[in-house]
């Protein structure tokens, strides 16, 4: 069996769109995505998976309904199942998402931001 390293910055370097997670490894039942966030997300949960935001590049805020979580590159944290939240980036922000090969990215909403077919690196 042949086993190939993978540059994050080369992943990330490979596509340009926003809010659309693109699966870079395939974990047991779990998927490593990257996805580039400029902007306010939409407010959701997800019912039955932890999500975990880590920071690459920019900074990323986590907004609660009775607060909030600001990460910087190099933070990460993780968002229990059913805590709704909302992701916002300012400027654009590179982030790693380690979650179930099952989770929408919206969660328990449609909206124009769905991604239906996650695409690979």
């Not at 039955?48 to 600001?70: H, K, Q």
Request: no cysteine; net charge negative; glycine share 6%.
């Amino acid at each position: 069996m042949t086993m190939e390293k993978a540059n994050l910055l080369e992943k990330f370097g490979s596509f340009q769109d926003h809010w659309s997670p693109k699966v870079a490894a395939d974990i047991n039942d779990f998927q490593l995505k990257l996805v580039k966030l400029k902007g306010e997300f939409v407010w959701h949960h997800h019912a039955d998976e932890d999500e975990l935001f880590l920071v690459a590049r920019g900074r990323l805020t986590i907004r609660f309904r009775d607060g909030e979580v600001v990460l910087e590159p190099n933070d990460f944290l993780v968002v229990p199942r059913g805590v709704e939240h909302m992701p916002v980036a300012e400027e654009e922000a590179w982030v790693v998402l380690l979650e179930p090969a099952t989770t929408r990215n919206t969660g328990n909403v449609t909206s124009e931001r769905t991604v239906a077919e996650l695409g690979r690196v």
